[in-house]
T-cell receptor, first 112, second 113 residues
Framework: GQQVMQIPQYQHVQEGEDFTTYCNSSTTLSNIQWYKQRPGGHPVFLIQLVKSGEVKKQKRLTFQFGEAKKNSSLHITATQTTDVGTYFCAGPGSSNTGKLIFGQGTTLQVKP | NAGVTQTPKFQVLKTGQSMTLQCAQDMNHNSMYWYRQDPGMGLRLIYYSASEGTTDKGEVPNGYNVSRLNKREFSLRLESAAPSQTSVYFC????????????FGQGTRLTVV
């Protein structure tokens, strides 16, 4: 079945440093979504990518979808303490059933 | 506009007890999901409902049953709770399937002793 692998599992950075998390799928994805979960909270949608090679930006966050639509990345420039949390990628399950499958997540800690 | 509402927020069960986690959404969404979240495991799909009257197994369905009571409500039942089911459970909904933004409830923290 569909698997979405995400690395790294944890990342500790100094405030002001950059951060990147990577998501890889075993199959081609029609779309990929990114979510952020603050400590003690619930996942909140950030963005969806649909097109091959697509790049979208939200302030200091840059999202990319690979040319083959099997991988994606989230890059944060100059991290701030407000960026702390767990970032998840998510994609459709196999067989186009509508299932939404999440990666394991990357937990970001930012040292002030 | 409440979005996705889950009850209860916290629950402690004894091994072998049963309980139902309730989820309701007021966004007129067609698709609803139940996930469990464990440290280092991310969000794992338990069951999925594409629309009212349909349900489908996810990645980790064993030990759970679901009921899509109507378009608004999607409940998750543990018939005989086990310590391995200690987790945080999230309900989510989308307008339709996996190509739309998912909205999550606040979660239910379940401990089975």
């Amino acid at each position: 079945g569909q698997q979405v692998m995400q690395i790294p599992q944890y990342q500790h950075v100094q405030e002001g440093e950059d951060f990147t998390t990577y998501c890889n799928s075993s199959t081609t994805l029609s779309n990929i979504q990114w979510y952020k979960q603050r400590p003690g909270g619930h996942p909140v949608f950030l963005i969806q990518l649909v097109k091959s090679g697509e790049v979208k930006k939200q302030k200091r966050l840059t999202f990319q979808f690979g040319e083959a639509k099997k991988n994606s990345s989230l890059h944060i420039t100059a991290t701030q303490t407000t960026d702390v949390g767990t970032y998840f990628c998510a994609g459709p399950g196999s067989s186009n059933t509508g299932k939404l499958i999440f990666g394991q997540g990357t937990t970001l800690q930012v040292k002030p | 506009n409440a979005g996705v509402t889950q009850t209860p927020k916290f629950q402690v069960l004894k091994t072998g007890q049963s309980m139902t986690l309730q989820c309701a959404q007021d966004m007129n969404h067609n698709s609803m999901y139940w996930y469990r979240q464990d440290p280092g495991m991310g969000l794992r799909l338990i069951y999925y409902s594409a629309s009212e009257g349909t349900t489908d197994k996810g990645e980790v369905p064993n030990g759970y049953n679901v009921s899509r009571l109507n378009k608004r409500e999607f409940s998750l039942r543990l018939e005989s709770a086990a310590p391995s089911q200690t987790s945080v459970y999230f309900c989510a909904s989308t307008i339709q399937g996996a190509r739309a933004e998912a909205f999550f409830g606040q979660g239910t923290r379940l401990t089975v002793v």
